[in-house]
């Protein structure tokens, strides 16, 4: 069993910055990929980015490619999403989840273990 909660999420002005954080107990999270996904009202929930169980390999959607980073420091049993230049329509809530499958980092059925989630507001 793994528990996830994030945090850091807040409101920011278009073309500033954020940095949520997901932090697990339970189990190691070293052993299993992690992924940030994200649900704006009345929109389905859709893939952010990805990061292997080391953080040697990292997938990104392509709204958020060049913008946002995965990272996790599995000393700590976190993962971060740096998230720079934001723009209005990154306004969702944020969810951290884990995984333990291979294979298709962008589908959610991947993903066992899901945080609650964290509110990013962003105003043009």
């Known amino acids: 069993q793994v528990q996830l909660v994030e945090s850091g999420g807040g409101s920011v002005q278009a073309g500033g910055s954020l940095k949520l954080s997901c932090a697990a107990s339970g189990r190691i999270l070293s052993t299993y990929r992690m992924g940030w996904f994200r649900q704006a009202p009345g929109k389905e929930r859709e893939f952010v980015g990805a990061?292997?169980?080391?953080?040697?390999?990292?997938y990104y959607a392509d709204s958020v490619k060049g913008r946002f980073t995965i990272s996790r420091d599995n000393a700590k049993n976190t993962v971060y999403l740096q998230m720079n230049s934001l723009k209005p329509e990154d306004t969702a809530v944020y969810y951290c989840?884990?995984?333990?499958?291979?294979?298709?980092?962008?589908?959610?059925?991947?993903?066992?273990?899901w945080g609650q989630g964290t509110q990013v507001t962003v105003s043009s």
């Open positions: 990061i292997s169980w080391n953080g040697g390999v990292t």
């Open positions: 989840a884990a995984s333990s499958l291979l294979g298709a980092p962008r589908e959610k059925y991947k993903y066992r273990y």
